[in-house]
Nanobody, 114 residues
Framework: VQLQASGGGLVQPGGSLRLSCSAS????????MGWYRQAPGKQRELVAS???????WYSDAVKGRFTISRDNAKKMVYLEMNNLKPEDTAVYFC?????????WGRGTQVTVSS
């Protein structure tokens, strides 16, 4: 499976972004998927995940602000991010949950700043 995240950018605090993750390969529909982020000087962390049956999980840091979804027919995973905060600034990646080393792509940069 190859994964490519996109949709990042520069946004003001309180703003919104929608990240997309496109997948290739035949395994996508059976994978639990997650969005991870890594801020400068910090470890990569899981912020949201979705099972193949679309059950969702969120970290406390993003609960109530972020929404994860998936479209198995299109092999896509999305992360809708609202009420963004400066502490959300990071490179965002998609991967399976648990993550597979060979699934990491380049990620997409999200910067929240005024």
């Amino acid at each position: 499976v190859q994964l490519q995240a996109s949709g990042g950018g520069l946004v003001q605090p309180g703003g919104s972004l929608r990240l997309s993750c496109s997948a290739s390969g035949s395994l996508f529909s059976i994978l639990n998927m997650g969005w991870y982020r890594q801020a400068p000087g910090k470890q990569r962390e899981l912020v949201a995940s979705i099972t193949r049956g679309s059950s969702q999980w969120y970290s406390d840091a993003v609960k109530g602000r972020f929404t994860i979804s998936r479209d198995n027919a299109k092999k896509m995973v999305y992360l809708e991010m609202n009420n963004l905060k400066p502490e959300d600034t990071a490179v965002y990646f998609c991967n399976s949950r648990p993550p597979m080393d060979n699934f990491w792509g380049r990620g997409t940069q999200v910067t929240v700043s005024s």
